[in-house]
């Protein structure tokens, strides 16, 4: 007699885990990177449901004061969760993590675990004590770059892959609270970053992120690499069609990185560097090593080897002391690039950083008034750059079917922008050539052109 088993009986026998993951590219990489781990150690699927999980993971980001407080308004509202199910396990990972510590413990006594960026790996082990009844459990230190060494091949499919190839940053920007969580700078062996690569074309990768907060400080001492060279070695399998980096910093654009763009055809026309502000007085004070004028070099620079290149940026506005002359600066450099795309914030002092030891003189209304005239100019330019597109050919990966319309394919441009149209099954994961119709707030519209 042959034994059947059902399959929906047997996903409701596994363990489940609901991951919510807040911050930056590189969280997200590690919450796929925790969903493998406990996957392989325990068995575990993850659920897009709270109500039904049985180990719940929050991996958080403290960038700014708002990302920080969000954690505990969740952990709020998932301790009712907790009332209902005593064997559910609530687990805070993340820079919050690192930053707060046991505070975490105080504020929501209800938690099991916390852990930090750089012990992700030992998550399945915590989660064995706290099945135990061992309480407060905690791990935040930060063994270098050792995580790498236990993580299972990843599982995640699709034409899109992240990365992580240096972690945590030595360049204490006096405002950021990245050093301190995600600890110092460490570059993964260019080996182990290769048969990474190579799992993810086996699960159908096509196009490679590189990750880290200061990629392009990346550095593998035991076969003398860089960015490049990691570039130009990835780019050699036949599979992968696309290699972007994020995020870079303007003090550590070298020459060879120049020489990328200008020999890999495969590495897209985009670059994400952030500036941060164009007053010179700001970026010292700031600790950024690079002048406004040094910035501007660099885009020209690159836009003399890719004309056509996509450059996105960040700004914080109302950095302590900023001036309406200093602001008058970042209005400035505003016009002179011209971004195709930008992020903006408001300063938010971050616990034990330089920055929040000086005055934070500047009142809200300024810092809002500020941060609105900005958004308003990077708006005008954006839309600008989008409705350029119009008539245009693009080259787009073909990620998905489009959320909002099932006839529809969505994929990205080289710049990362988000096109829909309607295709065939058959074009999904592939590269096809698509004409620019419509220019949408968030999104383009196009037609397939081969
Ligand atoms: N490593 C990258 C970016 C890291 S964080 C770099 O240096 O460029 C992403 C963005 O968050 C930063 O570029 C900055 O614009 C913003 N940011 C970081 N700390 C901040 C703070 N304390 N207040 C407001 N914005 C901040
Ligand atoms: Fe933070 Fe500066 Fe490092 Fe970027 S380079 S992560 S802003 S310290
Ligand atoms: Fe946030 Fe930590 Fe990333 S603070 S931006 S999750 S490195």
């Known amino acids: 007699m042959q034994l059947t088993v059902n399959s929906t009986a047997l996903k409701n026998m596994q363990k489940k885990v609901f991951i919510k993951s807040f911050g930056c590219q590189m969280n997200e990489y590690d919450s796929a990177k925790i969903a493998d781990l406990l996957a392989m150690a325990h068995g575990f699927i993850t659920t897009e449901n709270p109500d039904n999980a049985d180990l719940i993971v929050l991996n958080t980001c403290s960038i700014r004061e708002k990302a920080s407080e969000k954690v505990f308004s969740d952990l709020g509202r998932l301790r009712s969760l907790k009332k209902k199910n005593p064997n559910l396990i609530l687990a805070v990972g993340g820079c919050v993590s690192v930053q707060e510590q046991t505070n975490i413990f105080q504020r929501a006594p209800y938690v099991n675990i916390v852990f930090g960026p750089q012990t992700l790996h030992r998550l399945p082990k915590m989660y064995e004590r706290a099945c135990k009844k061992e309480k407060r459990i905690i791990d935040t230190s930060s063994p270098q770059i050792e995580k ?13 892959a992240y990365v992580s190839i240096i972690e945590g940053c030595n360049k204490f920007c006096s405002y950021c609270i990245v050093p301190y969580t995600r600890g ?9 970053i290769i048969s990474e690569v190579k799992n993810l074309i086996a699960k159908g990768a096509k196009e490679i992120n590189l990750l880290g907060q200061t990629v392009n400080a990346y550095y593998d001492s035991t076969n003398n690499s860089n960015l490049s060279t990691l570039i130009h070695e990835i780019a050699k399998m036949v599979d992968i069609k696309r290699i972007r980096f994020t995020t870079s910093h303007p003090a550590e654009f070298t020459d060879d990185l120049f020489n990328v763009f200008a020999n890999e055809p495969k590495l897209v026309n985009h670059i994400h560097l952030p500036v941060q502000s164009g007053s010179n007085r700001i970026l010292k004070l700031m600790r950024r090593g690079y002048t406004s ?8 620079k690159l ?14 506005v109302g950095f302590p002391t900023e001036t309406d002359e200093d602001f008058a600066a970042t209005m400035d450099i505003v016009q002179k690039i011209n971004f195709d795309a930008s992020f903006t914030f408001i300063y938010s002092p971050r616990p034990n950083t330089p920055a929040a030891k ?17 958004q308003n100019q990077l708006g005008i330019q954006t839309r600008q750059h ?10 787009i990966l073909v990620t998905d079917h489009a959320k909002k319309y099932p006839d529809q394919f969505s994929g990205r441009t080289e710049s990362n922008r988000i096109v829909n149209f309607i295709g065939s099954e058959n074009i999904l994961g592939k590269i096809v050539g698509v004409k620019i119709t419509e220019a949408l707030t968030n999104s383009l519209r196009g037609e397939l052109y081969e």
Do not use: A, W
């Open 184 to 192: 110092r700078e460490v570059s993964r062996k260019m080996d182990d």
């Open 386 to 395: 989008s409705k350029n597109m119009i008539g245009t050919i693009q080259k």
């Open 358 to 374: 000086m005055e934070d003189n500047i009142t809200l209304s300024q810092k809002k008034e500020r941060l609105s005239i900005l």
């Open 293 to 300: 004028e040094e910035y501007q070099d660099i885009i020209t």
């Open 148 to 160: 790498f060494d236990y993580l299972p091949p990843p599982s995640q499919t699709g034409p899109i």
């Open 303 to 316: 836009r003399k080897i890719r004309p056509n290149i996509v450059v996105s940026t960040d700004f914080i």
